[in-house]
């Protein structure tokens, strides 16, 4: 029964959803398909909140930040890290043969423009890399603002990470000028893994035609080309294009707004509940700072006697799935994903079983 599985990706899939990928195969180079990415765009650009065409890559979404570094960064980045996703971001940058420097705020934390600007006035980079919603430790950085501090260096881009932060939380892509923003499918979409999305400013593509190293597989340009046929470079996961057709008809339906509201009173929710428990004299706390909490994911530190990986197990006794914490925060943590299709109902149930297991 769907409403019981909570990690913070892959996300609950809808039993329509899951049924929409087992229509019939349909060559990649005719019309159909055509038709089919055609009739994707307009819920993609609603989704991500732009004119821009969205690229659709057959690949999870770290293929599409190795990408944005490819395609985006020329020789010296600045990552912002503040948990395990930004670190890759990071990583990712250093394997792509780049420059690339850290601006590193502890675990549970947010950076702030102040802290952005001053950083680039330090260093001459031209790229910074950012993780929206840091799904190791639940912080949301303020990305528009982020944005609005890189421009104001003149010729630098934004790449960002909002795979837990898109249809969950307000993006517009095109209002806060982002150079490039990207999500996968298994997230806040709630759609089987497999597919990553994205948008590339006309600024950041013409970055990407200067560079000759930026490869075959994620290069922007065939990306770019090709959505505009409504075409893909190579074949595409079409069993996940039938999912995202139908998900995007839902969420449609729904509205975005309506969308993030969900998931902004599941995070309240989440919050509100912590308090509670703290006033019974459990001492659990949402590990980010008020005004830096992302929507979707909830990290939670764990009272004394209670270890990250056995509450999760206890939990999954019960029939629910959440997740513990993420690297050095294992033990210490545990992460709901109240992301996707669930509803406040089914968070009130988890978080029922969270209190029997947890003796509140
Ligand atoms: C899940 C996740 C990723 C990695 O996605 P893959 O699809 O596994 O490549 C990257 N960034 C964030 C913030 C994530 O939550």
Not at 33 to 41: K, Q
Request: charged residues 20%.
């Amino acid at each position: 029964m769907f409403g019981k599985f909570f990690l913070p990706g892959p996300t609950e899939v809808r039993p329509e959803i899951l049924a929409a990928q087992t229509r019939p195969m349909i060559g990649h180079r005719g019309k159909a398909m055509e038709e089919l990415i055609a009739s994707l765009t307009p819920g993609l650009q609603y989704v991500f909140r732009t004119t821009r065409p969205v690229y659709i890559s057959s690949s999870s979404a770290t293929g599409l930040m190795e990408a944005a570094v490819r395609n985006g960064a020329r020789r010296k980045v600045l990552s912002l890290v503040n948990g395990a996703f930004s670190e890759r971001f990071h990583r990712i940058a250093v394997g792509c043969g780049l420059e690339a420097d850290v601006l590193e705020v502890p675990l549970g934390e947010g950076h702030s423009p102040e802290m952005l600007e001053h950083a680039l006035q330090r260093g001459d980079y031209d790229a910074v890399t950012v993780v929206h919603s840091e799904t190791s430790t639940g912080v949301l950085n303020p990305v528009a603002d982020l944005a609005r501090v890189t421009h104001a260096r003149g010729d630098v881009v934004l790449l960002v990470d909002s795979v837990t932060g898109i249809a969950g939380s307000p993006v517009e892509t095109d209002a806060w000028e982002l150079d490039f923003v990207l999500t996968g499918s298994q997230k806040a979409l709630a759609l089987p893994p497999g597919l990553a999305l994205g948008v590339a400013r006309p600024s950041l593509l013409e970055r990407a035609k200067a560079k000759k190293d930026r490869g075959i597989y994620f290069d922007f340009i065939e990306f770019e080309k090709n959505i505009l046929k409504n075409q893909t470079p190579n074949t595409p996961a079409l069993p996940l294009f039938y999912a995202l057709a139908a998900q995007l008809d839902a969420i449609r339906r729904e509205t975005i707004e309506a969308r993030w509201e969900r998931h902004a009173a599941m995070a309240r929710r989440t919050w509100a509940w912590a308090d509670e428990m703290k006033g019974r004299g459990l001492d659990i706390r949402v590990l980010a700072p008020e005004g830096y909490r992302s929507s979707t994911v909830t990290c939670l530190t764990m009272p004394s006697g209670h270890t990250g990986s056995a509450v999760t197990s206890a939990l999954k006794q019960r029939g629910l799935t959440i997740a513990s914490g993420y690297g050095a925060l294992k033990d210490a943590t545990i992460r709901i994903g109240h992301m996707g299709d669930h509803t406040v109902a089914e968070l009130d149930v988890l978080l029922g079983e969270l209190e029997q297991v947890l003796g509140a």
